[in-house]
């Protein structure tokens, strides 16, 4: 797992981690742009969406739990 090669990251901020995930999926998909602009405008889109609205995301263990309480 990346985050064992790079154990720094477990201890960032949820909102950096937010921002290191975006700025990786950025650079996959500036690649992926020229292979599939369907897809490169789906994840734009979703990005201003977020950025529009921060507040309508949930954070990963809030996430997981629910995952986990609906398996039970």
């Known amino acids: ?4 090669r ?5 201890q ?5 981690k937010l921002t290191l995930m975006a700025e990786l999926w ?3 998909t500036d690649d992926a742009a020229d ?3 369907e897809l490169a405008a789906f994840v734009e889109q979703r990005w201003q ?9 949930s954070p990963w263990s ?6 986990l309480a609906s398996r039970a």
Request: net charge negative; aromatic share 6%.
């Open 1 to 4: 797992m990346i985050a064992e």
């Open 6 to 10: 790079f154990p720094e990251i477990a």
């Open 12 to 16: 960032l901020p949820d909102e950096d």
């Open 26 to 28: 950025q650079d996959v």
């Open 35 to 37: 292979e599939s602009p």
């Open 49 to 57: 969406e977020y950025l529009q609205h921060p507040e309508r995301v």
């Open 62 to 67: 809030q996430v997981k739990a629910r995952i």
